[in-house]
């Protein structure tokens, strides 16, 4: 849903020349975004640039085997990198974006996104080093997905939570994390749970 015109920019929006900055303060509505609210689905045209003010969104794809495997997560003040891509590219998503923390974002139509680009040369340069920035953790994504064991990619989440003590997610929450069926991951867990290294609960993992 639209709300106000929020007082709070992101920080993109702020480099822009005073001309397009007036602009994106009057015609960029504020949009409160509940858990669970889909922004866009594989095959959605692109209809603008969303910008994250708060909150969390999360990225993921489905593959025809029915496996997830979430590709990244927008937070404050973040930049919706597939958006970008569809926007330049003309092509529909091939991916979803779901609220995952009730969340406040902007959208900036296709048209004023094209204007600010054109421009104002330090919006473009901020949008493509986000841009960049985005395809390196994709690429480190790829690598660990296509060269890494599954039993050492599950110890090395767990290892980078295990601070927390008890971690609050289910055997295919923790599937799309990795982008495997919800069977390994629970065949994997069973087992570090037989070494001793974990307790299992329900939608819970006690690291030891």
């Known amino acids: 849903m639209f709300g106000r015109v929020p007082a709070m920019k992101h920080p993109i929006l702020e480099v822009?020349?005073?001309?397009?900055?007036?602009?994106?303060?009057?015609?960029?509505?504020?949009m409160a975004l509940p858990v669970g609210k889909i922004i866009f689905s594989p095959g959605d045209s692109c209809k603008g640039l969303p910008l994250v003010v708060s909150g969390s969104v999360k990225v993921q794809m489905t593959g025809v085997s029915g496996n997830r495997i979430v590709l990244y997560r927008m937070g404050a003040d973040d930049i919706c990198t597939l958006s970008i891509g569809c926007l330049m590219s003309g092509h529909g998503y091939r991916a979803e974006?779901?609220?995952e923390e009730s969340a406040e974002a902007l959208m900036v139509p296709?048209?004023?996104?094209?204007?600010?680009?054109?421009?104002?040369?330090?919006f473009r340069a901020g949008i493509m080093?986000?841009?960049g920035r985005r395809l390196d953790d994709l690429m480190l994504?790829?690598?660990?997905?296509?060269?890494?064991r599954m039993d050492e990619r599950l110890e090395q989440w767990l290892a980078a939570?295990?601070?927390?003590g008890m971690i609050a997610i289910t055997h295919q929450e923790l599937a799309d994390e990795l982008g495997t069926a919800r069977e390994?991951?629970?065949r994997l867990l069973k087992e570090l749970e037989r070494q001793g290294?974990?307790?299992?609960?329900?939608?819970r993992i006690q690291c030891l």
């Open 197 to 203: 290294r974990v307790v299992l609960a329900r939608g």
């Open 184 to 186: 390994v991951v629970s």
């Open 97 to 99: 974006a779901v609220i």
């Open 129 to 131: 080093a986000s841009y």
């Open 110 to 122: 296709r048209r004023l996104f094209d204007q600010m680009m054109a421009d104002s040369a330090e």
């Open 141 to 148: 994504l790829v690598e660990e997905v296509a060269f890494r």
């Open 16 to 30: 822009l020349p005073p001309r397009l900055k007036r602009e994106a303060d009057t015609a960029l509505p504020l």
């Open 161 to 164: 939570r295990a601070s927390t």
